[in-house]
């Protein structure tokens, strides 16, 4: 939880965005500090389609502006996985009874698969 706070307060304030650790650990395409491994852009890389992830450097302002190509705008589409929520839904299949079932979670706050998330 502090370091999806300390995520989110870098990301408003620019700090992820410089050059350096910061930005390769809090700013990966590939994976989030908070659990969640963004599927697309790694399916993407490998698929040698580059021009689809942020690693195309085209902006939105940019592209809301008619420059760039129109696979770049699939940048802004992410599929994730948050692999806490696997994880709780794994445990959970493990325990007998209910109140086991939610107290011996390993991320007691993180989601399950069976909660649905829409971020924006």
């Known amino acids: 939880m502090v370091v999806g706070f300390i995520a989110g ?3 408003v304030s620019g700090w992820t965005e410089e050059r350096g650790l ?4 809090f700013n990966n ?5 908070t659990g969640e491994i963004s599927i697309n852009y790694i399916i993407a890389v490998v ?9 195309s450097g085209a902006s939105l302002e ?3 502006r008619g420059h760039g190509r129109g696979v770049e705008w699939l940048q802004y589409l992410n599929f994730t996985v948050d692999v806490r929520a696997v994880l709780n839904t794994l445990s959970r299949l493990t325990h ?15 989601p399950r698969m069976d909660d649905l998330a829409l971020l924006m």
């Open 47 to 55: 698929a040698g389609a580059r021009q689809a992830t942020p690693l």
């Open 96 to 110: 007998r009874g209910l109140a086991n079932k939610e107290l011996k979670q390993p991320f007691p706050y993180a």
């Open 22 to 25: 910061q930005r390769d650990i």
């Open 9 to 11: 307060a870098g990301l």
């Open 62 to 64: 940019n592209l809301s």
């Open 29 to 33: 395409i590939y994976f989030s500090v």
